[in-house]
């Protein structure tokens, strides 16, 4: 059997997909011809039947939709074969990809981002980090557009791998002068009486209360919505409302805008994250890098309390 070519079983990958010779070879600029002369020689150098003309085009056989799922395992080596031996390139530099939702660790995330990038020997490696919902996190790294991501536990990842990362209290946060801020600790319940100013959007707040079973959000009276902890905790500033947050991400603005930060007591306020991913095989070498040193990094802080 002669040598496989991995253009002709990108190719056929390709064929098996679109079904269609002369599709796939508008898009690789080739003739129909061609793809078909390159699928006749596939099959000849392997003795089996893999395609058959059917009325919508071709499809595979047996042995085709074998050979296909076999390729693209295949196709997906070569490729991190040829990403790995890109960093070895002296003048190499590698981009990692990954998403978080927006409130997940407040900062501390940046911190150990900053870290990786101040090391010496992670000179070479370009990060981008993408913000968006935890369920879009998902489909991106599931359709390979991200190497993994940092998610709050409670979402379904079952079809994921995970690793720990760090955790976050929720806590109330209003002006010094608001009658919350007598309070040493809350409960959700304890802010009821007062308008609220959510961070996000409230079908997400009201999916995170419904998902915690703990109260109906609809008994909470919201003033105003807005996307940031910052524009949160100024109009929060400005005796507008109260807004609940990482207690992390209020304690360090709380002297800026004059807050008072009260733990919530209730027990889905304490909330723990995890870095994911598709498969580990999957992760590129500078990927990896990133991910041991998050997971690393979130180690040290609980050992170190």
């Not at 596939?42 to 074998?66: C, F, I, M, N, Y």
């Not at 007598?182 to 961070?199: C, E, G, K, S, W």
């Not at 409230?202 to 609809?218: E, F, G, H, T």
């Amino acid at each position: 059997m002669n040598d496989l070519d991995l253009t002709s079983l990108r190719i056929f990958v390709a064929v098996c997909e679109a079904g269609n010779f002369a599709r796939v070879a508008d898009r690789e600029n080739l003739v129909p011809s061609a793809v078909s002369k390159r699928m006749s020689k596939l099959e000849v150098d392997l003795g089996v039947t893999l395609l058959t003309k059917s009325k919508r085009g071709v499809e595979p056989t047996a042995a085709g939709r074998a050979l296909a799922e076999r390729a693209r395992t295949l196709l997906r080596d070569a490729q991190k074969l040829a990403e790995d031996m890109q960093c070895h390139r002296h003048d190499a530099t590698e981009l990692v990809q990954f998403m978080s939702s927006d409130s997940p660790v407040a900062g501390l995330l940046m911190d150990d981002i900053s870290d990786f990038l101040g090391q010496p020997a992670h000179r070479a490696i370009r990060l981008k980090m993408s913000i968006d919902r935890d369920v879009a996190t998902l489909q991106a790294i599931k359709d390979g557009l991200v190497q993994f991501g940092v998610l709050w536990d409670a979402t379904e990842m079952a079809d994921f791998q995970t690793l720990p990362y760090r955790g976050d209290q929720l806590a109330v946060v209003c002006h010094r002068n608001h009658p919350l801020a007598q309070y040493r600790q809350a409960t959700l319940t304890d802010t009821l009486p007062f308008q609220h100013i959510y961070i996000g959007s409230a079908n997400a707040v009201a999916a995170l209360l419904n998902r915690a079973k703990v109260i109906d959000a609809s008994k909470i009276s919201v003033r105003i919505e807005v996307d940031t902890f910052y524009s949160a905790f100024r109009l929060v500033s400005a005796e507008r409302g109260i807004c609940v947050a990482p207690a992390v991400a209020a304690a360090k603005l709380a002297e800026l805008f004059h807050l008072s930060v009260i733990p919530l007591t209730d027990a889905w306020a304490s909330r723990r994250y995890v870095i994911v991913f598709q498969h580990e095989a999957d992760l590129t070498p500078a990927g990896r890098l990133l991910v041991q040193h998050l997971s690393q990094a979130a180690t040290q802080a609980h050992t170190s309390r």
